[in-house]
């Protein structure tokens, strides 16, 4: 497509890494969540997934559930935020309510998660972050 413009391919590169690397790593971050020891998550945690509409609004990173392949409860409602200097704040913590809010099974009891990699910037949401989700493979 940009034959002979590599300047092109890496600006494209450039523009949307952040976007694929945070979609390329959701599925290790849910293996490594499921691995946790208890404590980490929500009591009857058992399986971790993702939920979104075909038009990607709602579009929830994590969502716990008591079982599977169909949770009779929804656990908790997470998003996956890994940046380099990016923190956790206020607006993606107001986004993932709303989104919370659309979630069938869940409520404003349902917990909050955010797997993180440069920590959060706002109170309310349960943090996890790379060592956690190191130890949990050590076992």
Known sequence: ME??????TLARIHSSWTSWRGRAVEPVIRESLRRLPPGHLPFE??????????INDPEIDLVG????????RITFVGSVKWLENGAFDGHDLARLLHHRAQLPGADDQTPVVAVVRSGRAVDG????????????WRD
């Open 3 to 8: 034959r002979g413009r590599g300047d092109l």
């Open 125 to 136: 949401v349960t943090a996890i972050g790379p060592a956690e989700l190191l130890a949990a």
């Open 45 to 54: 945690t058992a399986v971790v997934g993702g939920y979104w509409t075909r």
């Open 65 to 72: 559930g008591d079982r599977s392949p169909v949770a009779k």
